[in-house]
């Protein structure tokens, strides 16, 4: 649940008064044109800065994971090891499930290096899976993927919601799944007007 | 914890890991230092401690920008940041892969190449011990400075100038180890001022190196 | 309201510098010039040093306001990182520069004295090189400054580094003490400047120190109301992008 968050892209307010919450089971869309402060709220959202102002409430601080436009992907580690290193990094999860979900299997013992850019999106979203965390946080999840790959990916989002998982992506394209659109646009931060100006020197 | 050690491990010793690039490096200098001062055996054994700790910690000063910066580039770094793994943890893990790396394979460099610069034999035992205590805390101060400066395109010269000050105590103790040892005089003080700026640097700055690197993913 | 703190407010610090600064700096040159006219011309030459000895209204002070510098950056740092007012932070990143000029004066004014004296212009005598080595902490210290773009990011990574630099510039200062006994045993090229120096340098050594450290104050005033000035001025440049 997000309640008058504010957040900011290098000290600079993009996004303030963001209010919605999100059920388990439910996804959610945020759309925008680029540059309206998607990712910085995707990322606010992951903790990976603070926000401007505002608060975010989940119901365990280590519910969240985040797969953004990097796919944090080693060149010279096969897929397996890949996906086995963020395993062992979240307690050990079986990966199979993750390989077959995003038909990885064939791929699994070859350099990640050596994948297209589709398969490599592939590997960095069969991440979320190893993860074994409720909240998946996508930043254009399908770039780079071909309508095939969208589909498995579809899947793997509904068998997540299924399983009362939350899911939160920035995406323009229609997945063919149910979820509630919030448009980010009505939220651009407006600069204040102030005579004096105070510690933030704004 | 021990997931991200070996997959750091496997990381530098892979292809393009640059893995032996250190080694190459030590060795490298201490070829280079005969042909600049002369080819004297009595000079080049009386300087060859010094040469020795000079080439080892520029040769660990080489591989520490990538300690950070590679894994920021490709995004694992904010993956592993929103892991349940505590930052402590990590830059502690990430100098100890430094360390293993880079230090210890120069460690065993080092009698080696010691013999190229006419060590005198009484200094081997003490050459070996001081890099052994002294180049964990060039790996941990090097990790701060990696840290300090992983948000930075091409940081590489600014660590150098930010990470070598830091280095000026272990530099000086750990040379004083391996001359006095060569020289047969006793080595116990510099030995434990070594040994204790290592346990000190490795006891406190992983807190340094935690709090700059969240700063610095922000 | 006569808390400290009222003046970490970039607005009230502006104009109570503007009120403060013109004192400051007229004091700075008053004392600056008495103490050196009186110890450069009014002095005796030392027994012993000659006329030389006069250089030491310059070194004293420079080498005394390069220390104390880095120890106003520490405290302004803690500040910065404690209470996160943007004053400190800024006042660090102005006195940074200074510090490193004072270092350098005290350098080339130790090597002017010490030709004459030591018939070296350098030697790796613990003070020196102490301040060589501070002169490298105060190189990358302005260097973290001016490479990140993001400001309150530089200031608490600037701050960090000031911190752990202080403590590595004090292990460094020992073990440089430890490293030239070991070279040298028992000569003695330093000389204890304070327990030397008799009444009649005293008084005008005094006049000039305050006259240095009026002038740091003045420079550091006058630096960080142009880094306040400058950070307001980028403040307002995005939001008119913003609007």
Redesign the interface.
């Given at each position: 649940m997000v309640v008058d968050l504010g957040v900011s892209r290098g000290g600079v307010p993009v996004l303030e008064g963001v209010n919605f919450s999100v059920e388990a089971g439910e996804a959610l869309v945020l759309t925008g044109p680029n540059g309206s402060g998607k990712t910085t709220l995707l990322r606010t959202l992951a903790g990976l800065q603070p926000p401007h102002g505002g608060k975010i409430v989940v119901p365990d601080s280590e519910a969240i994971t985040y797969a953004g436009h990097a796919d944090g992907i080693k060149a010279v580690l096969s897929v397996r090891e890949n996906l086995d290193f963020w395993a062992r990094v979240h307690g050990g999860k079986d990966i199979a499930p993750a390989l077959d979900g995003f038909d990885l299997q064939a791929l699994a013992d070859r350099p990640a290096g050596s994948l297209s850019a589709g398969q490599k999106r592939r590997l960095g979203l069969a991440r979320l899976m190893v993860t074994g965390r409720p909240i998946w946080l996508l930043d254009e999840p399908t770039v780079s993927l071909d309508k095939a790959s969208v589909e498995l990916f579809a899947g793997a989002v509904r068998r997540h919601l299924e399983g009362g998982g939350i899911a939160v992506m920035a995406s323009h394209i229609d997945m063919g799944l149910d979820v509630r659109v919030v448009d980010v646009t009505p939220f651009r931060a407006r600069a204040q007007v102030t005579r004096t100006f105070d510690e933030a020197f704004l | 914890m021990i997931a991200l050690l070996i997959r750091d491990i496997r990381l530098a010793v892979r292809a393009g890991g640059g893995f032996g690039l250190g080694l190459a490096f030590f060795l490298i200098v201490v070829v280079l230092v005969p042909f600049a001062v002369g080819p004297e055996t009595t000079l080049l054994s009386r300087i060859a401690p010094g040469i020795l700790w000079i080439g080892a910690l520029l040769a660990c000063l080489l591989s520490l920008d990538r300690i950070f910066a590679l894994d920021r580039e490709d995004g694992s770094l904010d993956l592993l940041a929103s892991a349940p793994l505590p930052m402590e943890g990590i830059v502690t893990v990430k100098a100890l892969a430094h360390w293993i790396t880079t230090g210890l394979p120069l460690v065993v460099a080092a009698p080696v190449l010691a013999v190229l610069l006419s060590l005198p034999e009484a200094g081997f035992l003490w050459l070996v011990l001081s890099l052994l205590i002294g180049t964990p805390a060039l790996s941990v101060i090097g990790t701060f400075g990696a840290a300090l400066t992983v948000g930075i395109k091409r940081g590489g010269l600014l660590l150098s100038l930010l990470v070598l000050p830091l280095y000026v105590p272990t530099l000086i103790f750990g040379a004083e180890v391996a001359r006095r040892g060569a020289e047969g005089l006793e080595v116990d003080t510099p030995l434990f001022l070594l040994g204790a700026i290592t346990l000190f640097s490795v006891a406190l700055l992983p807190f340094a190196s935690a709090a700059v690197l969240r700063m610095n993913l922000r | 309201m006569s808390s400290i703190w009222e003046y970490?407010?970039?607005?009230k610090f502006i104009e109570t510098v503007d009120k403060v600064l013109p004192f400051v700096s007229v004091l700075a040159a008053i004392g600056l010039v008495a103490g050196l006219i009186w110890g450069f011309f009014f002095t005796p030459d030392d027994y012993r040093q000659g006329s030389t000895v006069k250089i030491i209204y310059l070194h004293v002070p420079s080498a005394l306001m390069a220390i104390n510098a880095w120890l106003m950056m520490l405290v302004a740092s803690l500040v910065w990182l404690i209470r996160?007012?943007?004053v400190s932070a800024l006042a660090a990143r102005a006195a940074a520069p200074v510090g490193a000029v004072m270092t350098i004066i005290a350098l080339l004014t130790g090597a002017i004295w010490g030709q004459p004296m030591w018939g070296t212009w350098w030697a790796w005598d613990p003070r020196l090189t102490s301040f060589l080595?501070l002169f490298?902490?105060y190189?990358?210290y302005i260097?973290?400054w001016s490479?990140?773009?993001?400001?309150?990011?530089a200031a608490?990574?600037t701050s960090?580094?000031c911190?752990?630099?202080s403590v590595?510039a004090v292990?460094?200062r020992?073990?440089?003490n430890?490293?030239n006994q070991?070279l040298h045993q028992g000569a003695s090229l330093s000389l204890d400047k304070e327990e030397n120096v008799a009444d009649v340098f005293y008084f005008p050594l005094l006049v000039s120190i305050g006259g240095f450290i009026l002038l740091f104050l003045a420079l550091v005033l006058l630096r960080t109301r142009t880094e306040i000035r400058a950070?307001?001025m980028?403040?307002l440049l995005?939001?008119?992008r913003?609007?």
């Open positions: - | - | 970490a407010n970039p607005k996160r007012h943007h080595i490298l902490f190189l990358g260097a973290l490479a990140i773009e993001n400001d309150d990011t608490d990574l960090v580094l911190i752990v630099g590595f292990l460094s020992y073990a440089v430890f490293w070991g950070r307001r980028r403040a995005i939001r008119e913003m609007s």
